[in-house]
């Protein structure tokens, strides 16, 4: 395995212990009949602000935490194992920001679920390893856009229908949009890759190359001009 990627208990009990409090909240609800609905985000008022902490935590029903429950349980186990140093803080803020966007752009209704989260997450990862340039994260990249791609299409605002439960699209952007800041702000130095060789630099002039400058532009050896051999044989 590579040696920047390690397995501990976090990496599955971290995850299962957010989809336990999920799978909690949610419990409370139909144990004491609760309604936790108004601790949802509600755009641009100022009690509307407390969802931005609390939304994640809240669903409407059985069949949306379930829906929710799956990918941020393998979401959050991608981002433990791949990006462990960064993982509390890319949940931490990605809640606060993409809550906050949603605040501001939403339509006037309660907004909850856990669903900005997932996009928080499938932004991050899949964001991120492409900036890396890292061969196992770029897998990682492709293999998330292949299962989780077309969440994309939630993004965007799409009618309303009749009998149809609402989605918060408008929560949805603010996580793709905050994964993405996030990729910004959070550097992984530690899979920068190390180059061994001069000709392995992006500033690389073959020109310059004493070794090049043997080769012709056919590709072909040729010995340099005398005045230049006897100054490499000086140094």
Same mark, same amino acid.
């Given at each position: 395995? +590579?040696?920047?990627?390690?397995?501990?208990?976090?990496?599955?009990?971290?995850?299962?212990?957010f989809?336990?409090?999920?799978?909690?909240?949610?419990?409370?609800?139909?144990?004491? +009949?609760? +309604?936790?609905?108004?601790?949802? /985000?509600?755009?641009?008022?100022?009690?509307?602000?407390?969802? @931005?902490?609390?939304?994640?935590?809240?669903?409407s029903?059985?069949?949306?935490?379930?829906?929710?429950?799956?990918p941020?349980l393998?979401?959050?186990?991608?981002?433990?194992?791949?990006?462990?140093?960064?993982? %509390?803080?890319?949940?931490?803020?990605? @809640?606060?920001?993409?809550?906050?966007?949603?605040?501001?752009?939403?339509?006037?209704?309660?907004? @909850?679920?856990?669903?900005?989260? @997932?996009?928080?997450?499938?932004?991050?990862?899949?964001?991120?390893g492409?900036?890396?340039?890292? $061969?196992?994260? /770029?897998? %990682?990249?492709?293999a *998330?856009?292949?299962?989780?791609?077309?969440?994309?299409?939630? *993004?965007?605002?799409?009618p309303?229908?009749?009998?149809?439960?609402? /989605?918060?699209?408008?929560?949805?952007?603010?996580?793709?949009?905050?994964?993405f800041?996030?990729?910004?702000?959070?550097?992984?130095?530690?899979?920068?890759?190390v180059?061994?060789?001069?000709?392995?630099h992006? +500033?690389?002039?073959?020109?310059?190359?004493?070794?090049?400058?043997?080769?012709?532009? $056919?590709? $072909?050896? *040729?010995?340099?001009?005398?005045?230049?051999? $006897?100054?490499?044989?000086?140094?």
């Amino acid at each position: 395995m +590579d040696k920047h990627f390690k397995f501990t208990n976090l990496v599955i009990g971290l995850p299962l212990f957010f989809v336990v409090v999920l799978w909690f909240v949610f419990w409370l609800e139909i144990r004491f +009949d609760f +309604d936790f609905v108004q601790n949802g /985000i509600y755009p641009r008022t100022f009690s509307g602000l407390q969802g @931005i902490l609390f939304s994640p935590f809240i669903h409407s029903d059985i069949e949306h935490l379930y829906n929710n429950s799956i990918p941020v349980l393998v979401l959050l186990v991608a981002l433990q194992f791949f990006y462990a140093k960064q993982s %509390l803080a890319v949940v931490g803020y990605g @809640i606060l920001l993409s809550g906050f966007i949603t605040w501001i752009i939403g339509r006037e209704n309660y907004h @909850i679920g856990a669903s900005g989260l @997932i996009y928080v997450l499938f932004s991050f990862i899949f964001f991120k390893g492409i900036q890396t340039k890292y $061969n196992r994260l /770029i897998a %990682l990249s492709l293999a *998330v856009i292949v299962v989780y791609g077309g969440l994309v299409w939630y *993004v965007f605002p799409s009618p309303e229908i009749p009998g149809n439960k609402s /989605i918060s699209w408008e929560g949805h952007l603010g996580g793709l949009l905050s994964g993405f800041l996030l990729t910004l702000v959070y550097k992984t130095p530690e899979y920068k890759k190390v180059h061994k060789y001069d000709w392995e630099h992006p +500033d690389y002039d073959p020109l310059a190359d004493k070794f090049m400058q043997r080769f012709d532009a $056919n590709g $072909n050896f *040729v010995n340099l001009p005398k005045n230049e051999e $006897n100054e490499e044989n000086e140094v």
